[in-house]
């Protein structure tokens, strides 16, 4: 309708609250009512690890509580909440229940994930100290912290990544610029995808990948090929691999490296915070000899994701990633004391992640967290000797961390990997899959320390009675 001549114009829209500042947190509060509602609405329509009915099931789901994404005019906080995160939590693959399983994918604390709503709503960024003057401040202290834990050396440091990928590449990075674009990347089949990724990325020369047999990089293999490779060589080694939870021979690897000069760099994401268990961190022996480490704490740190770690010996080995931009680090004000942060990362907007994982070391502290890592790799365990001793499973060995590789007797590999994805589609469980030894065997990946016994015998008897209908 268009207004009369000498009729006002109607008022503006109120403008919609922040989330910072003196009335964020008044303005917030109503909020996560909602979305905490909407949160149990949807974990309890959904009913089980993850939504029944498969990927055009889930969209069609998806696409009809939605209806219009871009509506001409605003259904208001309150219902855009409850419609969006209802139908999240309703489609979701929640690590967090029990039969949710397949990756290394772990449930968030609740602490870790309320620090990370504060460092949502505060918003700041970590690549100049005007913007995140005690964020910064916190990642500093948390990162040499952290990197401490790995290495007893004066100076040692760590880059907040976004988990185990980025971590790779920087490490292949800082190891370029070391020692030129023509170095040589040594690493085992049973290395994560990301290391010859990030040797393409990077433009150095096609990786050499050694064969794994044993599902482990075997010291006299390596020795071969040391000997046989010319010029810079960086070998990678793993900690934890993606598909078993295996861990190199990390000091006869380390030994080997320096006999034949080359630097070493150890992918940790999984494996690495086992060095915070008086229990099991002998399984890391070796691991402060890398010239660099990839820790991942939304593995077994329970961290809402992304929450990875770059760790050097020596805070001088991060100096390659040195970058300078006026308007976020003049040398005139970093020369009078303010931080210089653009070479913590090749990102420039930069979440303070280090926040939740911070907020998780003083709730629960060394032996707090020591307890869960325990605990989740009791509950693989009692997996696994519950398969070793069931007539109708094959285990393919004891866990090394929490990974464990099982098949049902009798069946061939298409058979095993349509079961797989039966589980899914009927929303029964999401497990993973992996090849060992020539053959697709099934993988319970056990992330979650609130699993019990009973939980893991229902997975037992679900995929007995699933694997002979």
Known sequence: MTAQPGTPPPPPPPLPPLAGGRAGAAALRPLLDTVLDALHTGARERGGPLPAGGPDTVTARVAAALGDVLPEHGHGDHEALRTLVHTLAAGAAD??????????HG???????AADLAASALNPSLDSWDQAPAASAIEALLTRTLAAEFYDTPTPDALVTTGGTEANQLALLLARERHGPRLTVLHGANAHHSIPRAAWLLGLPP????PTPT???????????????PGPTLVTATAGTTDA????????????????????????????LLALS???????????????????????GWQPV?????????TALLAPLAHQADYLNAPDDTEAGLPDLLGRSLRTTRRPDALKIAATLRSLGRDGLAHLIDRTCELAHHLARLLAAHPRFELHAPPTISTVL?????????????????????????????????????????LNPHTTAQDLDSLVTLLEGSSHR
């Open 107 to 113: 449930p968030p604390l609740a602490v870790a994930a």
């Open 306 to 314: 992304a929450a990875g770690l770059l760790a050097v010996p020596d």
């Open 245 to 272: 939870g295996l861990i190199d021979p990390l000091d006869p690897i380390a030994d080997l490296c320096h006999q034949y000069g080359a630097d070493l760099h150890t992918d940790a994401a999984y494996g690495g």
């Open 406 to 446: 099982f098949r049902p007797t009798h069946t061939d590999d298409t058979h095993l990997a349509a079961l797989r994805r039966t589980l899914l589609l009927d929303g029964h469980a999401v497990l993973g899959r992996a090849t060992a030894d020539g053959r697709l065997w099934l993988k319970a990946t056990l």
């Open 95 to 104: 690590p967090a229940d029990p039969l949710c399983a397949a990756h290394l």
């Open 207 to 210: 990786t050499t990948c050694l």
């Open 215 to 229: 599902g482990t990089l075997d010291p006299a293999r390596l020795a071969e090929a040391l000997a046989s490779t």
């Open 278 to 300: 008086p229990r099991h961190r002998t399984r890391l022996t070796g691991l402060g000899r890398a010239h660099s480490l990839t820790i991942d704490l939304h593995k077994l």
